[in-house]
């Protein structure tokens, strides 16, 4: 029977010998899977990734505009409560500049 310490180095060559065979492959696996979506016309909607109702995996889209939550009363600028805060928010309770819905 192999020791602890054997194990561990045949553990550690077994690691190195795994990340190298999946470098190897990486590109050729790729490849493939391109053809087979050019091939076979699959979107990311058949593969899981997009929702059919145009949702992704993650709710969360960078770039989508975000519906303002404050609202200053006397010039209707507003505030998404994202970022840095604007001038007429600084030093004020915020509760009063909610936006009802």
């Known amino acids: 029977m192999a020791s602890y310490l054997e194990l561990l180095q045949q553990r550690k060559a077994l690691e190195k010998q795994i990340t190298e065979v999946k470098l190897a492959e990486f590109d050729s696996i790729v490849k493939d899977m391109k053809d087979k979506i050019l091939t ?49 928010l600084a030093g004020q309770n915020r509760d009063a500049f909610l936006i009802q819905a």
């Open 40 to 88: 076979y016309g699959i979107s990311a909607t058949d593969l899981g990734f997009v929702t059919k109702k145009g949702k992704g995996v993650s709710e969360f889209k960078p770039g989508r505009p975000v519906p303002p939550k404050y609202r200053e009363p006397n010039s209707g600028a507003t505030w998404t409560g994202r970022g840095k805060a604007p001038k007429w």
